[in-house]
C-alpha cells in the first residue's frame, strides 16, 4: 500500500495561506491514482475531521462545510503529491492535518474507516 508524508504546516496570520503538500511512496505496481486521497484534521481533545477528498480519477471532490470556499484539494498523479491549498484561514483552522489514501471515495461524506494509509501528519497554527 501507498505511504504518505505531509509537508507545509507551519505558523500563519488570520486570512493568511498555506498550502500543504502529501506526497506518496508506493511499489512499482501500484499507482496513486488507484487511491482516493484525503485531508483530515484533529485538534486535542476532539475526533478527527475530513475537510476534503478527491477521487482517485481527480473527477470529484468532497469539501466539509468548514473547508468550502477557502480550501481547494488537488494532486498530481505523475508526481505522486496531494495538496490542500488553504486560504482565508481562521483560528479555529489551527490543528494537526494528516494525509490519508484510501479505496473508497464518498460523495457526500469522508469516513475516516475508508482510508488505509496515513501520515503521520504536519502542524498549523493560526494566529489572531
Known amino acids: 500500500r501507498v505511504q504518505v508524508v505531509e509537508s507545509g504546516g507551519g505558523l500563519v496570520q488570520v486570512g493568511g495561506s498555506l498550502r500543504l503538500t502529501c506526497t506518496g511512496s508506493l511499489t512499482t505496481t501500484d499507482r496513486f491514482d488507484y487511491y482516493a486521497m484525503a485531508w483530515f484534521r484533529q485538534t486535542p481533545g476532539k475526533e478527527r475531521e475530513g475537510v476534503a477528498c478527491?477521487?482517485?480519477?481527480?473527477?470529484?471532490?468532497y469539501y466539509a462545510d468548514s473547508a468550502k470556499g477557502r480550501f481547494t484539494i488537488s494532486k498530481d498523479d505523475a508526481k505522486n503529491t496531494l495538496f490542500l491549498q488553504m486560504n482565508s484561514l481562521e483560528p479555529e483552522d489551527t490543528a494537526m492535518y494528516y494525509c490519508a489514501a484510501g479505496r473508497k471515495f464518498r460523495e457526500y461524506t469522508i469516513e475516516e474507516s475508508d482510508f488505509i494509509s496515513w501520515g503521520q501528519g504536519t502542524q498549523v497554527t493560526v494566529s489572531s
Open positions: 478527491i477521487k482517485w480519477d481527480g473527477s470529484e471532490v
